[in-house]
């Protein structure tokens, strides 16, 4: 126990703390996050930061490989360390929500299996609980060490993001402490297009940052390839914001002006004997115009989707497995 605080197990401004982490695939770089995890909670505890039943929750995402067969054994060997398999891969921010959806402790951490995220901030994160924050966001002080494409891509994103009126943390991901208020309020989202990096500053309680360096994996190779991240900024532009709408009902006004102006010229040249000639300038305005039209047609669709996929009110995922949630060692229950 640490000297320096006045705080002992039994006292109730003592924290349980769940530290939830997805994994899709990630059968390398699951031993060494588990080991530094494990490390870490144990020592808070020694410390009297968090409590003893405080654990450490694996979200298996529908993996391929041998990644839930490793996280059954951790279970198996490890009272401290708990797990859900989902029933099939749903991806990151769903497979996050089934670990939020599942915690009951006073305090939890999310942070990605490769650890690029500063697992010592997870100190100064509590710090900050302890000070009053119901939230904590883990934010990457710069990105030297993303590639040219990705820096310039992640800025002209967040830059977009803001312009369009999405209320969301710039080069934040999904490394943060939510307090149990924060997170029952999350719980009453029922979102089926989800992006938890928007929902959560919605939520209005008392937030604070915490800045670091990114890292790099600690192994294995990336799961959140271009098509990924190009689909989550999709999902975050269309989930938050109707701007993209309202663009393109104030483009099609200015070209139906611009149109209006074109026809009156003809007019006027028509009345005066002069000739209109070119039948490619009218060729390529009709293409123009038809693209433009299409592509307005798509981001009404993707608004219309939206709506079909949320008037269903499906379940967001299934849970085939939990390991350890009565505390036992080794038990397995069935969802």
Known sequence: MNNNKNF????????????????????????????????????????GKIKSDSCLLFIDDGSTDNTWRNIEKACNENPTVRAIKLSKNQGHQIALLAGLSSVETDINISIDVDLQDDINCIDKMIDKYFEGYEIVYGVRENRNKDTFFKRNTANLFYFLMSKLGVNQIANHADFRLMGKTATDSLKKFKEQ??????????LGYKTTQIYYERDKRIAGDSKYPLKKMVSLALEGITSFSVTPLRIATLTGICICFFSFLCALYAIIEKILGNTITGWSSIFIAVLFLGGLQIFFLGI??????????????????????????????????KI
């Open 8 to 47: 002992s197990q039994f006292d109730e401004r003592i924290p349980t703390l769940t530290i939830i982490v997805p994994c899709y695939n990630e059968e390398e770089a699951f031993p060494i996050c588990m080991h530094k995890l494990i490390k870490i909670i144990k020592r808070l505890m020694a410390e």
């Open 193 to 202: 297009n989800l992006y938890l990096r928007g929902l959560i500053p919605l």
């Open 300 to 333: 009404m669709g993707e608004y219309i989707g939206k709506i079909y996929m949320e008037s269903k009110q499906r379940p967001r995922f299934f849970i085939e497995k939990k390991m350890n949630f009565n505390q036992k060692l080794g038990k397995v229950n």
